[in-house]
């Protein structure tokens, strides 16, 4: 139906442009306009991902019979982005205003990438072309600003559209309808005054880190970090850094690998005598603002695993406390871990029977679960 309704079009536009007399380039009076509107577009919610923009014409001749509006969505402004970011914004859809009497309408639109749409014209590049042709009445209401319809702009991956931008909405020559024109009877087709959209975009959406694990460590420990993030762009930039802040102490990863824009890994060597506590874990990117998770990251002490009461001894003093904590709602372990000696996450009556195991009976070493002298948690 769409190829019938675009050769139509074609073939109505041969008959006005060949077959039908020239005569003036353009009418006397008031030059005619076609325009779209300009807004802003605020993202700030899941939701926010189309944005519609009007599209308006005057026309002073009754004589104009037909118009072709080829149009280009392109993105500029866009920091540590390549070229354009055209495949992240597309045309959704055209709808005709209802008041439109015209009676051959046709849209079309043309995609960067076919896989959004494969029944999609591609001409190469993301844009929209508008066809109206009446050869009874003009196509719209003469010496009357007449809205033609409405264009719906649609984000298609928001994890990689940049916090602030520009689309524009410009006239293009669109194959193979052809030049940006209305096409009056009696005369050859003429561009009108155009005033193209200018949209300016602010994604508020804020960058998050959804994942960092493990998100612990103890101080005079390596560990490899996994993180996974939220519109992060891990490796966009030229120089991507990871690292740990608290107070004055901060700690940068010696090494960090991009998997994919949005999973990287990092490791860090944690001092020995680095200040135990919650620190602020921070991905930054040349270009982009840093992400940051507040308290994302913890440094422990060093523990004696079974010494529960903090004494730096493992005896039947850490029996008892582990008993008051679990029975009597006595103070934790300090850290947690250290009660935790069969390393199955949690402090409670196994392990009071493995330590009295290992005090008394020559058990297993807290922490060494399969007895190899290495500790399993």
Not at 88 to 113: C, E, H, K, W
Not at 123 to 141: E, K, M, Q, R, T
Not at 173 to 189: E, I, L, Q, V, W
């Given at each position: 139906?769409?190829?019938?309704?675009?050769?139509?079009?074609?073939?109505?536009?041969v008959?006005?442009?060949?077959?039908?007399?020239?005569?003036?380039?353009?009418?006397?009076?008031?030059?005619?306009?076609?325009?779209?509107?300009?807004?802003?577009?605020?993202?700030?919610?899941?939701?926010?991902?189309?944005?519609?923009?009007?599209?308006?014409?005057?026309?002073?001749?009754?004589?104009?019979?037909?118009?072709?509006?080829?149009?280009?969505?392109?993105?500029?402004?866009?920091?540590?982005?390549?070229?354009?970011?055209?495949?992240?914004?597309?045309?959704?859809?055209?709808?005709?205003d209802?008041?439109?009497?015209?009676?051959?309408?046709?849209?079309?639109?043309?995609?960067?990438?076919?896989?959004?749409?494969?029944?999609?014209?591609?001409?190469?590049?993301?844009?929209?072309?508008?066809?109206?042709?009446d050869?009874?009445?003009?196509?719209?209401?003469?010496?009357?600003p007449?809205?033609?319809?409405?264009?719906?702009?649609?984000?298609?991956?928001?994890?990689?559209?940049?916090?602030?931008?520009?689309?524009?909405?410009?006239?293009?020559?669109?194959?193979?309808?052809?030049?940006?024109?209305?096409?009056?009877?009696?005369?050859?087709?003429?561009?009108?005054?155009?005033?193209?959209?200018?949209?300016?975009?602010?994604?508020?959406l804020?960058?998050?880190?959804?994942?960092?694990?493990?998100?612990?460590?103890?101080q005079?420990?390596?560990?490899?970090?996994?993180?996974?993030?939220?519109?992060?762009?891990?490796?966009?930039?030229?120089?991507?850094?990871v690292?740990?802040?608290?107070?004055?102490?901060?700690?940068?990863?010696?090494?960090?690998?991009?998997?994919?824009?949005?999973?990287?890994?990092?490791?860090?060597?944690?001092?020995?005598?680095?200040?135990?506590?919650?620190?602020?874990?921070?991905?930054?990117?040349?270009?982009f603002?840093?992400?940051?998770?507040?308290?994302?990251?913890?440094?422990?002490?060093?523990?004696?695993?079974?010494?529960?009461?903090?004494?730096?001894?493992?005896?039947?003093?850490?029996?008892?406390?582990?008993?008051?904590?679990?029975?009597?709602?006595?103070?934790?372990?300090?850290?947690?871990?250290?009660?935790?000696?069969?390393?199955?996450?949690?402090?409670?009556i196994?392990?009071?029977v493995?330590?009295?195991?290992?005090?008394?009976?020559?058990?297993?070493?807290?922490c060494?679960?399969?007895?190899?002298?290495i500790?399993?948690?």
């Amino acid at each position: 139906m769409r190829r019938i309704v675009m050769l139509t079009v074609l073939l109505m536009t041969v008959y006005l442009c060949v077959f039908i007399s020239s005569a003036l380039a353009q009418d006397i009076g008031e030059p005619d306009t076609c325009r779209l509107t300009s807004n802003t577009w605020i993202i700030n919610s899941q939701a926010d991902s189309l944005i519609t923009v009007d599209l308006w014409g005057w026309i002073d001749d009754p004589l104009i019979r037909g118009c072709s509006f080829g149009f280009r969505v392109y993105t500029y402004g866009s920091v540590g982005y390549g070229p354009h970011v055209d495949s992240l914004i597309i045309v959704d859809t055209f709808l005709f205003d209802p008041g439109m009497t015209a009676p051959v309408q046709n849209y079309s639109r043309s995609l960067l990438d076919e896989s959004i749409d494969p029944d999609a014209p591609d001409w190469g590049y993301n844009g929209f072309s508008i066809g109206l042709v009446d050869f009874a009445n003009p196509i719209f209401p003469t010496n009357v600003p007449t809205k033609i319809g409405e264009v719906t702009l649609k984000v298609i991956d928001r994890e990689r559209v940049p916090e602030e931008f520009t689309i524009e909405i410009d006239s293009l020559f669109f194959p193979p309808a052809g030049a940006f024109k209305y096409s009056p009877s009696g005369s050859t087709g003429y561009p009108p005054q155009f005033v193209k959209s200018v949209i300016d975009v602010h994604n508020d959406l804020t960058p998050a880190l959804t994942s960092i694990d493990p998100n612990n460590a103890k101080q005079d420990e390596n560990v490899t970090v996994t993180i996974d993030g939220y519109r992060t762009h891990f490796g966009e930039g030229a120089q991507t850094e990871v690292f740990m802040t608290r107070n004055a102490s901060t700690i940068t990863a010696v090494g960090q690998t991009i998997s994919t824009p949005t999973h990287m890994t990092a490791d860090f060597s944690i001092p020995a005598d680095a200040e135990t506590g919650d620190y602020d874990f921070t991905v930054s990117v040349a270009g982009f603002d840093p992400v940051t998770e507040v308290d994302g990251f913890t440094i422990s002490p060093p523990f004696l695993c079974g010494d529960a009461s903090g004494d730096e001894k493992v005896n039947i003093l850490d029996v008892v406390y582990l008993l008051n904590f679990i029975f009597s709602h006595g103070p934790s372990p300090t850290p947690y871990a250290s009660g935790d000696l069969n390393c199955d996450g949690i402090v409670d009556i196994d392990d009071v029977v493995y330590l009295i195991a290992y005090i008394f009976m020559g058990g297993t070493s807290p922490c060494d679960v399969d007895g190899d002298g290495i500790f399993d948690c």
